[in-house]
C-alpha cells in the first residue's frame, strides 16, 4: 500500500517483519562479541531512536547508553557539513563505543563521530547501522554491525524521515518511482 507524505509517494520496501530479524540477528552478533567489554551504545539522533530502543530491549549483556545528535541533512540530500548539536556528553576514555545509527551513506557523519570519539580517548569504536549504501559512502567505514545494504533508495520509516514525516511507520518505504526515486537519498 503506497503512503504520501507531503508531497512525495511512498511504496513497501522492507516490512516490520524483516526489520525484528535484522535486529534480532545484530543484537546476538553484538551480545557474543562484545559480551566482555561493557559497551557505551551511542544512539543518533533523531532517526535511529527505533533502531536503538529495539537493540537495548534484546542487548543482554551489561552495557552504558547515551544519546547525540549530528546533522548533515537537508530535505532528500546529504549536505555533505556534519555538525553536531553539542560536546560528547559521556567520558569514553578506554570504552569500547557503539554508535547506533539508522543508516549510512556517504559516511561522513560516522567517519566525523568516530574521529571525534577516538580523539576523546575511546578504546574502540564500532559501527551499527540498520541501512547502509557503500554505493553512495565516500568514506573507508567498516559498518562492524549492519541490518541492510540497499542501492540509493530515498526511504522513510521506522524512524527514518522526510522533512520531519514518517518516521512513525513500522515498515520501511522507499520513493515511488513516479515521484522521482532517482533524485534523492538519505543521510
Known sequence: MKVQILDKTFVPYISQDEIEAAVKRLTHQMNEELKDSCPLFVCILKGAVFFFADLMENIDIPHNMTFFRISSYTGTQSS???RAAKPFPRPVEGRTVVIVEDIVETGNSMHF???KLLELG???VRIAALFFKPGKCKKELTIDYCGFEITDEFIVGYGLDYCEQGRELP???QLAPEDGADEGSNG
Do not use: F, H, P
Open 80 to 82: 555533505g557539513n556534519v
Open 113 to 115: 563521530l568516530r574521529t
Open 122 to 124: 575511546a578504546k574502540e
Open 171 to 173: 515498515s520501511i518505504y
